[in-house]
Nanobody, 121 residues
Framework: QVQLVESGGGLVQAGGSLRLSCEASGRTFSNYVMGWFRQTPGKERERVAT???????AYADSVKGRFTISRDNAKNTVHLQMNNLKPDETAVYYC???????????????WGQGTQVTVSS
């Protein structure tokens, strides 16, 4: 089992920045692809970014150039730096472990409880 706890959400104005953090405990953290997802009411959960190692990262097209995912295996943490945030990026952001992809569908074995990010216009 892996337990994930997110932090760092909050309210920010459009164009502002937030840094989300996720602390993992349980099984070997470094073996997993880690990721961040987000979800708004009535919509499917959307993959935002994933990281395997420091250089093996991937992003949704909508966040490329603005968001940066990173991980620290020594501290069992993964971060999401979000810059130039937009109002339509208001969502609950979830940390995920053991992220996989089948075609265009992303999933994960472990999820955090989520942290609310609200971007005001």
């Amino acid at each position: 089992q892996v337990q994930l706890v997110e932090s760092g959400g909050g309210l920010v104005q459009a164009g502002g920045s937030l840094r989300l953090s996720c602390e993992a405990s349980g099984r070997t953290f470094s073996n997993y692809v880690m990721g961040w997802f987000r979800q708004t009411p009535g919509k499917e959960r959307e993959r935002v970014a994933t990281v395997l190692t420091g250089v093996l990262t991937a992003y949704a097209d909508s966040v490329k150039g603005r968001f940066t995912i990173s991980r620290d295996n020594a501290k069992n943490t993964v971060h999401l730096q979000m810059n130039n945030l937009k109002p339509d990026e208001t969502a609950v952001y979830y940390c995920a472990a053991a992220v996989t992809r089948a075609g265009s569908t992303w999933s994960a074995s472990y999820w955090g409880q989520g942290t609310q990010v609200t971007v005001s216009s």
